[in-house]
């Protein structure tokens, strides 16, 4: 079963659809980023491929999980992390 799926089973589900739901994905492609957006991904990011690039990715989960999850901010964005631009 794909993410995609996974994501549509638990939107599909009355008692899971306001689940955030945090993918992380080997694609940076915009076509996945799309899907992501329709099928309502709270929160996109691609793996990273270094350590320091993960910890910068998991401090941006635990970011969103604070302020959307604990703080009640809706949790409808996308965030992605240009791994390209790190040194």
Same mark, same amino acid.
Request: charged share 25%.
């Given at each position: 079963?794909?993410? =995609?799926?996974?994501? =549509?089973?638990?939107?599909?589900?009355?008692?899971? !659809?306001?689940? +955030?739901?945090?993918?992380? @994905? =080997? =694609? @940076?492609?915009?076509?996945?980023?799309?899907?992501?957006?329709?099928?309502?991904?709270?929160?996109?990011?691609?793996? +990273?491929?270094?350590?320091?690039?993960?910890?910068?990715?998991?401090?941006?989960?635990?970011?969103?999980?604070?302020?959307?999850?604990?703080?009640?901010?809706?949790?409808?964005?996308?965030?992605?992390?240009? !791994?390209?631009?790190?040194?």
């Amino acid at each position: 079963m794909s993410g =995609s799926e996974i994501v =549509s089973a638990i939107n599909q589900n009355q008692k899971l !659809h306001d689940l +955030p739901v945090v993918i992380m @994905s =080997s =694609s @940076s492609a915009k076509y996945d980023q799309e899907t992501a957006r329709k099928l309502k991904f709270a929160i996109f990011i691609a793996k +990273p491929n270094d350590l320091n690039s993960f910890m910068a990715v998991a401090e941006r989960i635990k970011q969103f999980w604070e302020d959307c999850v604990i703080g009640g901010r809706d949790p409808a964005v996308t965030i992605q992390i240009d !791994h390209a631009s790190r040194p």
